[in-house]
């Protein structure tokens, strides 16, 4: 069984950051790639950033524009994945996903919410001007 719990959400002013964790557990966790989504209040899911299953390649939504860093750490059964927001803006306030793929790869890529079996609850993320 495949728990995603994210946290570290909360509301904050324009410019300031934040750092969202999601806490992913299961047997074979390791082997999963991991991604953020996001979801604005009548609009679609988005993706905003992933990370391969060994870490070793991030991918990120234009809008990032170099001010989210995704990153990853492995323990036994369980991964935890980060998302550090920095110089945040009041387009990004939206509810937060944490996304885990079992296969490790994707067949279209990391950004199509399709590509993902598993989803954490949200942690709901407010930026203020």
């Known amino acids: 069984q495949v728990q995603l719990v994210e946290s570290g959400g909360g509301l904050v002013q324009a410019g300031d950051s934040l750092r969202l964790a999601c806490a992913a557990s299961g047997r074979t966790i390791s082997y999963y790639a991991m991604g953020w989504f996001r979801q604005a209040p009548g609009k679609a899911r988005e993706f905003v950033a992933a990370i391969s299953w060994s870490g070793g390649s991030q991918y990120y939504a234009d809008f990032v524009k170099g001010r989210f860093t995704i990153s990853r750490d492995d323990a036994k059964n369980t991964v935890y994945l980060y998302l550090q927001m920095n110089s945040l803006e009041p387009e990004d306030t939206a509810v937060y996903y944490c996304?885990?793929?079992?296969?490790?790869?994707?067949?279209?890529?990391?950004?199509?919410?399709?590509?993902?079996?598993?989803w954490g609850q949200g942690t709901q993320v407010t930026v203020s001007s």
């Open positions: 996304a885990a793929n079992s296969l490790g790869s994707y067949g279209t890529g990391p950004g199509a919410t399709y590509e993902y079996d598993y």
